[in-house]
T-cell receptor, first 113, second 117 residues
Framework: GAVVSQHPSWVICKSGTSVKIECRSLDFQATTMFWYRQFPKQSLMLMATSNEGSKATYEQGVEKDKFLINHASLTLSTLTVTSAHPEDSSFYIC?????????FGSGTRLTVV | AQSVAQPEDQVNVAEGNPLTVKCTYSVSGNPYLFWYVQYPNRGLQFLLKYITGDNLVKGSYGFEAEFNKSQTSFHLKKPSALVSDSALYFCAVRATFDGAGSYQLTFGKGTKLSVIP
């Protein structure tokens, strides 16, 4: 079946630094990928829709200059959290769509100290 | 706008008993419906989906769900629960046709299933 690889699984960074999270579709081409944020004991909140070769579409309230999304190829989308602050600490999950299905990465636990 | 309701924050069931996790949805037109399971600090694992066809959908790990259009429901069921089924379960919906072309999934808030030995 379809596999989405997300790296890193967890990262700790200092406040003010930037962190990049990668999401790769391993055995299929994903023209569309999605980035979610999940707070403890809560559902997934869609941050943005990433389309290969074009600008991402951000959900209302999500700062596009803070959460930079790049989808330069059909198998790779990246989310960069710029100038991270403790309130950006969260669980980030990517997803790719194929044949009416949605495959999710294993998630990235970001802790900003 | 599309939405999903999972009315139970938590469901407790004894091992070996049948389990049901409830889900109702609202969407324009015909829905695509999904169930996912999440273990702590992990991504979402696909269980099953309804796109078209038979209303009873069978999925992974012995789970099944029944699409009920009149009740706009898609409850997840399993005849005999296992302790290893304890996890967080999410129901999700998307419209068959999304005018924006983004085909976003909308998730319920999740239901924590605890299977008691």
């Amino acid at each position: 079946g379809a596999v989405v690889s997300q790296h890193p699984s967890w990262v700790i960074c200092k406040s003010g630094t930037s962190v990049k999270i990668e999401c790769r579709s391993l055995d299929f081409q994903a023209t569309t990928m999605f980035w979610y944020r999940q707070f403890p004991k809560q559902s997934l909140m869609l941050m943005a829709t990433s389309n290969e070769g074009s600008k991402a579409t951000y959900e209302q309230g999500v700062e596009k200059d803070k959460f930079l999304i790049n989808h330069a190829s059909l198998t790779l989308s990246t989310l960069t959290v710029t100038s991270a602050h403790p309130e950006d600490s969260s669980f980030y999950i990517c997803s790719a769509t194929e044949n009416y299905g949605y495959t999710f990465g294993s998630g990235t636990r970001l802790t900003v100290v | 706008a599309q939405s999903v309701a999972q009315p139970e924050d938590q469901v407790n069931v004894a091992e070996g008993n049948p389990l049901t996790v409830k889900c109702t949805y609202s969407v324009s037109g015909n829905p695509y419906l999904f169930w996912y399971v999440q273990y702590p600090n992990r991504g979402l694992q696909f269980l099953l989906k309804y796109i078209t066809g038979d209303n009873l959908v069978k999925g992974s790990y012995g789970f099944e769900a029944e699409f009920n259009k009149s009740q706009t429901s898609f409850h997840l069921k399993k005849p005999s629960a296992l302790v290893s089924d304890s996890a967080l379960y999410f129901c999700a919906v998307r419209a068959t046709f999304d005018g924006a072309g983004s085909y976003q999934l909308t998730f319920g808030k999740g239901t924590k299933l605890s299977v008691i030995p």
